[in-house]
């Protein structure tokens, strides 16, 4: 069966153990033009003749697939990517996390200011100024980790104040040949570049009690604990295809070309 024309083939080799924390290996798609959609576009992947199927025109990482003691042989094709549509393989190196919080101020690019977070804020209330609305409750618990927030963020385009973990979303997204890429609170397309850690929200996470599960956003800006706070009141929506990342990461299309067929 044809499956289109390759549009990348190459071979990769990987560090050996001795040589440190290798970095990622990336299978980036781009458009080229602004009409080039990457929504319903699917790629064929092949390394070391296993083939995978059905994979998402976004950011996939093969890391894990990659053998150490061998060349690693990549084609990826597929007659559902559009012409319009340029395949990148990028090496890239895993910031720590310390090592990211320290580099963290309001010059950065991947980051939302306080005014900004502060200006969201007030939106908020304005909107609701028809009820009474005291504050805004947010939590500290991620919506994916089920843990403390250690590195709030959301995505550079969302309009919600609620953060997720920048470092629980990145595991989420690099641990399948399918990832989501979408936000957990508002269920809008967040892709790797899109990543913003709120500043204001990382005050609020450091300053807060460890104990701390949630506070209470006040609308200039300012915060306090809430002690009442019912953690499960973060609800993902219905449609979000969080609530089956399990069985999507279960529902491999895989086929594997050192079985001979009949």
């Not at 080229?32 to 699917?42: N, V």
């Not at 559009?82 to 395949?87: A, F, G, W």
Request: hydrophobic share 40%; net charge negative; glycine share 4%.
């Amino acid at each position: 069966m044809a499956h289109g024309q390759s549009i990348y083939r190459g071979e990769y080799s990987t560090q050996s153990p001795n040589q440190g924390t290798p970095p990622l290996l990336l299978i980036s798609f781009t458009p080229l033009a602004q009409c080039a959609s990457l929504d319903s576009g699917k790629a064929i992947i092949a390394l070391n003749r296993l083939v995978y199927l059905n994979v998402p025109l976004s950011t996939v990482n093969i890391s894990p697939l990659l053998s150490s003691c061998m060349k690693n042989r990549l084609e990826v094709w597929g007659n559902g990517i559009p012409t319009m549509v340029q395949v990148h393989v990028i090496e890239v190196a895993k910031v720590l996390e310390a090592e990211l919080l320290r580099s963290l101020d309001e010059s950065a690019p991947y980051c939302i200011g306080r005014e900004d977070t502060k200006e969201l804020v007030a939106a908020f209330f304005a909107d609701a100024d028809e009820t009474i609305v005291e504050n805004l409750q947010v939590s500290l618990i991620c919506p994916i980790a089920k843990r403390r927030i250690r590195v709030p963020c959301r995505g550079v385009a969302c309009k919600h104040v609620q953060c997720f973990d920048a470092y629980a979303y990145l595991d989420l997204n690099e641990s399948t040949l399918y990832p989501l890429w979408c936000c957990p609170i508002c269920n809008n397309v967040v892709l790797l570049d899109d990543i913003s850690v709120d500043l204001l929200m990382l005050d609020i996470v450091r300053e807060a009690d460890e104990q701390c599960t949630a506070v209470k956003v006040l609308n200039d800006g300012s915060w306090e604990p809430a002690a009442d706070y019912d953690d499960h009141s973060i609800i993902t929506i219905e449609d979000s295809p969080f609530k089956g990342i399990r069985k999507s990461l279960r529902d491999v299309s895989l086929i594997d070309l050192t079985v001979d067929s009949d």
